[in-house]
């Protein structure tokens, strides 16, 4: 028996109409709705499929708008990656942790370029200004103590690849024993903090969103966002516990980035600095 099947990904089932049933005379809108939800492989692709009066289906089909751009940016361990999948039911999202963002908002990775740059990086071709409204440019921060012990050191030492990608000194090998022994910032998170955080030159907004409030507040960030507020579709917060050591040498390393977090509120919009036009 051949399976004819409506594929929505990011959290909804795959929604699976038997051909039979399509093809039955007494079909109705009411056994349309009573099919179940289940997983099953896309056999052959949709033709004929009748308008369906589902909520959850035609929710879905409305919401996307791949012109929808979204920029997540972190320094990583900050819960970027459960907003960058939750954005993904509503447009065309890009995973960034670039500690330099450019005063002139850029493409990412090998888009429209034939440079070989790393996917996570802004890859210096600028996107047209009249392109630019269907940006959204998003960066996500959070305790940094909690950031350093979730992303930055591992059991057996720095997690170097992941310090490389955020663009950190000495090749990204920097042991928190170092930063302990120096008692400063070598991973320079005050720096990449203050490089998304600061008004500047740029020809963009960026959407500093302080993840701790997020959960309590995800109806505020879709307003902000200009997403539809879809309960069902909220993400599911799932963090491992993570044994935090050092707090009393960390909080002092840190005093300042921790201060300056602690003044921002959930969403900050970092508008770009104005010039008086010469006349």
């Known amino acids: 028996m051949s399976i004819y099947s409506l594929n929505f990904t990011n959290g909804l089932n795959k929604v699976v109409f038997n051909k039979a049933l399509l093809n039955s005379s007494s079909i109705n809108s009411s056994s ?9 492989p896309i056999s052959k692709p949709i033709r004929n499929i009748p308008v369906i009066n589902n909520p959850i289906i035609n929710s879905k089909i409305n919401i996307f708008d791949k ?21 993904k039911n509503f447009g065309t999202v890009y995973h960034i942790h670039d500690r330099y963002p450019p005063n002139k908002l850029e493409y990412i990775g090998n888009t429209n370029t034939e440079k070989d740059v790393y996917s996570e990086w802004f890859n210096g071709v600028e996107i047209p200004e009249n392109e630019l409204s269907n940006y959204k440019v998003i960066f996500i921060y959070r305790n940094p103590i909690k950031v350093i012990f979730s992303r930055l050191t591992q059991r057996n030492g720095p997690n170097v690849s992941h310090l ?6 000495n090749n990204g090998n920097i042991n928190i024993y170092d930063v302990l022994k120096a008692e400063k910032d070598l ?39 200009g997403i539809p507020d879809i309960k069902s579709l909220y993400p599911v917060k799932q ?18 980035l921790i201060n300056k977090m602690n003044f921002m509120r959930f969403i900050e919009i970092v508008e770009p600095i104005q010039h008086e036009k010469e006349t």
Not at 67 to 87: D, E
Request: glycine letters at 4%.
């Open 67 to 87: 012109n929808r751009i979204f920029y997540v940016c972190s320094s990583g361990g900050c819960g970027s990656t459960v907003i960058f999948n939750y954005l």
């Open 239 to 256: 963090e491992k516990p993570k044994q935090l050591q050092f707090l009393s040498s960390l909080t002092k390393i840190y005093f300042s």
């Open 164 to 169: 490389q990608h955020i663009k950190c000194d």
């Open 32 to 40: 349309i709705n009573s099919i179940p939800l289940n997983n099953y």
């Open 187 to 225: 991973y320079k998170l005050e720096e990449f903090f203050d490089n998304y955080t600061k008004p500047s030159d740029k020809n963009y907004k960026i959407h500093c969103v302080k993840y701790e409030l997020f959960w309590d507040n995800i109806a505020l960030f879709n307003k902000t966002m």
